[in-house]
């Protein structure tokens, strides 16, 4: 990679450029409706699909916003996930540098990706998955039962949403489930672009702290968990060391609380507003696994989670993204393409050939994919069926929409019933 003004001085990833008159254009972009991506991105699918943006920490990368691009950049060899290149466009400092300390492996390449997702794919097969059915909508009703009893209004994000995601999860991995709001705070801060380094060092070294202590417990008794399966079959024979089991855990816990969380809070708040919607799935409960991957769809909430690094220099929809700078593939962008989804913004549970992809593509594409949908399914379902009752308790401008984070979602959502 070279500089424009003397081709063989090199420039250094992620760093500014000089040879574009205009300078690129602020990322991430926010959301005017929470349920559509921002209005922004129909512009540069169609005049700028693979545009140079600044991100929060000052570097520069880019951001590509056509369906067929995503993909075709998400399944691209040459393109890596490495937390540790120079040009990583994490969007916080604090993400970039503790990521390149802990390493988890959601930011890493082959052979050290293939290992540790190996590990993990057996537990969230579709058999596995569908076998927890039944212990899930126990735990849903009985985390509904507590909303209920409280007198209301409630918070739904906190009483519900991650209330659900986070004891499914705790459930799954052999947590006690007493702490649900400890691992949204530690989420809020390690997914927050305003995080300093130090900050996500000590919201991660929490969480660190509380799972070594259970992977202690369970070398000494294991039991039937993940953490007691992990430790006996990785740990004890040498195969990881106990910190990548740990970062391996941390990182499982991250990436499927806050998304489940947020998928769960906006869906409800979306069928909330149409009552149309919610009226189709009340009559006709067998249309949730399509309507639940329609919500994924149109909302998106993992949009600039793919965050890569062209290892190469990589040719997409006719420009070149250098050898080593960031590149960002917009899922929202891809789920609204009209190119690959007719009308993309409706709203629509019958769609046919919803491939969309709300949960990446290629190598690193979500493990938990199979339990999120059987979360959601199961969370909506019960809620539906349960609460006909169920409204906003107050304005909805008083609904707390949260920009800053890695998955967007909701901070607050006030109910009633
Ligand atoms: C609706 C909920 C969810 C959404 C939208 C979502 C979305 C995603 C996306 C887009 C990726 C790919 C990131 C990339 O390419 O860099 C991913 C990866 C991942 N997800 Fe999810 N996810 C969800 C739920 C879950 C759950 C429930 C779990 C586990 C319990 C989970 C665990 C993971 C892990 C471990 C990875 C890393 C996979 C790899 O790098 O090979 N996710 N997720």
Redesign the pocket.
Known sequence: MTSPENPTAPRTPGEPRTDTAAPPRDFPLRRGCPFAAPAEYDALRTHEPVARVTLPTKREAWVVTRYDDVREL?SDPRVS?DIRRPGFPALGEGEQEAGARFR?????DAPE?TK??RM?LPV?TVRRVRAMRAAVQTRVDEILDDMLAADGPADFVSAYANAV?TS??CE?LGIPRENLEFFRDVTRVSGSRHSTAEQVSEALGGLFGLLAELVGRRREEPRDDLISKLVTEQLVPGHVTTDQLLS?LG???N???E??T??IALSTLLLLERPELREELRRDPSLMPAAVDEL?RV????DS????VAAEDIELSGRTIPADDGVI?L?AGANHDPEQFDEPERVDFHRADNHH?????????????H???L??EIALETLLRRVPTLRLAGDREDVVVKHDSA?FGLEELRVAW
Do not use: D, K
């Not at 988890?104 to 890493?108: E, M, N």
């Not at 909302?299 to 993992?302: G, R």
């Not at 992809?357 to 994919?369: E, L, P, R």
């Open positions: 998400l996930a988890p492996f959601i930011r890493t990706h540790y997702r993990l969230f995601s499914v999860i799954l391996t990182i499982t816990i990436a499927g609380r998304t489940t947020s998928m994924l909302l998106s909430v993992a989670i793919p965050l890569r593939a899922l992809v709300a949960f990446g593509y290629g190598v690193h594409q979500c493990v938990g994919q339990l999120a949908r979360e959601l998955t």
